[in-house]
């Protein structure tokens, strides 16, 4: 995988954020960063056929500069669709009571953010709706400049949080000033800063 094609499979990766499965998508992000082109791609493919999640024809087109062959009856099986899906959850805040306690994650989130160059974190509550592909969860939104390799930060700040913590938690890294998709804009308007860079 080039340059160019990391680039497209981490813009991938962000916009299917939410659609897909979070161990699915975290897989897929694990063997981009890791080198494993075929098994991120197969992976991807095999999973939008199975969880019957349908990708706009951009997001095809995206798909597409990944692949050895650009007419891989794979990436035909997938549902494409004019518009993206309306988005399957709602995000707070706050939790409810009965929710997990985050503050040992915070503590081990915000020490990787650090390290790996983040600007800023943001935790928020994630209620699926019916159609959601994901339960009820913490989400963390962590803020990087560019240039910072968003796919590397991910898979650090997770790494830490399960050895530290044995805790898997939805990592979600943006790079500041690009516009972002649905998903990650609608949480990062309703999530709560829990750290910031000095």
Same mark, same amino acid.
């Given at each position: 995988m080039d340059q160019q094609q990391y680039a497209t499979a981490t813009e991938i990766c962000l916009r299917l954020?939410?659609?897909?499965?979070?161990?699915?998508?975290?897989?897929?992000? *694990?063997?981009?960063?890791?080198? &494993?082109? &075929?098994?991120?791609? *197969?992976?991807? @493919?095999?999973? @939008?056929q199975y969880e019957g999640v349908p990708i706009t024809a951009e997001e *095809? *087109? @995206?798909i597409r500069v990944l692949l050895d062959d650009p007419h891989d009856p794979e990436l035909a099986e997938v549902t494409v669709v004019d518009s993206p899906p309306t988005l399957a959850y709602r995000f707070s805040p706050t939790a409810p009571a009965d929710a997990p306690d985050p503050a040992g994650a915070d503590r081990a989130i915000t020490a990787e953010a650090a390290l790996v160059g983040?600007?800023?974190?943001?935790?928020?509550?994630? &209620?699926? @709706?019916? &159609?959601?592909?994901?339960?009820?969860?913490?989400?963390?939104?962590?803020?990087v400049p560019p240039g910072v390799d968003e796919l590397r930060a991910r898979s650090a700040i997770s790494s830490r949080?399960?050895?530290?913590?044995q805790e898997k938690w939805p990592v979600e890294v943006m790079v500041e000033g690009r516009l972002l998709p649905p998903y990650q804009a609608a949480a990062v308007t309703a999530a709560h800063q829990i750290w910031a860079a000095a």
């Amino acid at each position: 995988m080039d340059q160019q094609q990391y680039a497209t499979a981490t813009e991938i990766c962000l916009r299917l954020s939410g659609r897909l499965p979070d161990d699915v998508l975290g897989a897929v992000q *694990a063997h981009c960063f890791a080198g &494993e082109d &075929e098994m991120a791609i *197969a992976a991807l @493919l095999l999973n @939008l056929q199975y969880e019957g999640v349908p990708i706009t024809a951009e997001e *095809a *087109a @995206l798909i597409r500069v990944l692949l050895d062959d650009p007419h891989d009856p794979e990436l035909a099986e997938v549902t494409v669709v004019d518009s993206p899906p309306t988005l399957a959850y709602r995000f707070s805040p706050t939790a409810p009571a009965d929710a997990p306690d985050p503050a040992g994650a915070d503590r081990a989130i915000t020490a990787e953010a650090a390290l790996v160059g983040g600007r800023r974190v943001r935790r928020a509550w994630r &209620e699926p @709706l019916p &159609e959601a592909a994901n339960p009820a969860t913490w989400v963390y939104l962590v803020q990087v400049p560019p240039g910072v390799d968003e796919l590397r930060a991910r898979s650090a700040i997770s790494s830490r949080l399960w050895v530290h913590r044995q805790e898997k938690w939805p990592v979600e890294v943006m790079v500041e000033g690009r516009l972002l998709p649905p998903y990650q804009a609608a949480a990062v308007t309703a999530a709560h800063q829990i750290w910031a860079a000095a």
